[in-house]
């Protein structure tokens, strides 16, 4: 399966602020994903990052909010925007790798506390 | 009603028993089903992928009852290192390569 990376790996952030969140794969796949898990909580799809076209976003999660890049076919960032206390979260980003089955495979994730 | 509804346990079991989970699913056009494994404070990892016809992996057993559209793992022999929180993933045609989360059974195994 693919090696995945993210940065940071956790960060400790003030209200008001942003942070960019880096996903790095060692192989080229055509869709990343990117998740967040509140605490306690199991996974919810932020969006879907497309090379070559914009991120398709879930139901409340907006583009302004989660802006996300991705300049080529092993990267991408996902940025969260004017930081509040609720936006502590785990991030994850993901690639599929079945192509039957439609498995995802994830990177370890992105622990972050907003003050 | 949640798409994929699971027993958030947790499951206490000692080691060498046999557990069973359980998880529920509300859109019939789903058509991957996967059991994840999530360690505390680590991302979660494939622990098998559930076909229609039933699989094993060593002593793990997924079932899939689409008529019922109900989803099961069963671990035999349970390990101290079994112990994590399992979760029950869909996808749904409908929505491309999009996963869906159950929230997830918490298995404890203890000695």
């Known amino acids: 399966s693919a090696v995945i990376s993210q940065k940071p790996s956790r960060d400790i952030c003030q209200r008001g602020t942003s942070l960019t969140i880096q996903c790095q794969v060692d192989s080229q796949v055509t869709m990343m994903f990117w998740y967040r898990q509140q605490p306690g909580q199991s996974l919810t799809l932020i969006a879907t990052?497309?090379?070559?076209?914009?991120?398709?976003?879930e139901s409340g999660f907006v583009i302004d909010k989660f802006p996300i890049s991705r300049p080529n076919l092993t990267f991408s960032t996902l940025t969260v925007s004017n930081m509040s206390p609720e936006d502590s979260s785990i991030y994850l980003c993901?690639?599929?790798?079945?192509?039957?089955?439609?498995?995802?495979?994830f990177g370890p994730g992105t622990r972050l506390t907003v003050l | 009603r949640k798409e994929v509804e699971q027993d958030p346990g947790p499951f206490n079991v000692p080691e060498g028993a046999t557990v069973a989970f359980n998880c529920t699913y509300s859109n019939s056009a789903s058509q991957s089903f996967f059991w994840y494994r999530q360690d505390c404070r680590k991302e979660p990892k494939l622990l098998m992928s559930?076909?229609?016809s039933g699989n094993e992996d060593g002593r793990f057993t997924a079932q899939l009852n689409r008529a019922s559209q109900y989803i099961s793992l069963l671990i035999r022999d349970s390990k101290l290192s079994d112990s994590a929180t399992y979760l029950c993933v869909v996808n749904v045609r409908e929505y491309g390569n999009k996963l869906v989360f159950g929230a997830g059974t918490i298995l404890r195994v203890k000695s």
């Open positions: 559930v076909y229609s």
């Open positions: 993901s690639v599929p790798q079945g192509r039957r089955y439609n498995e995802q495979f």
């Open positions: 990052a497309n090379q070559g076209s914009e991120a398709t976003y």
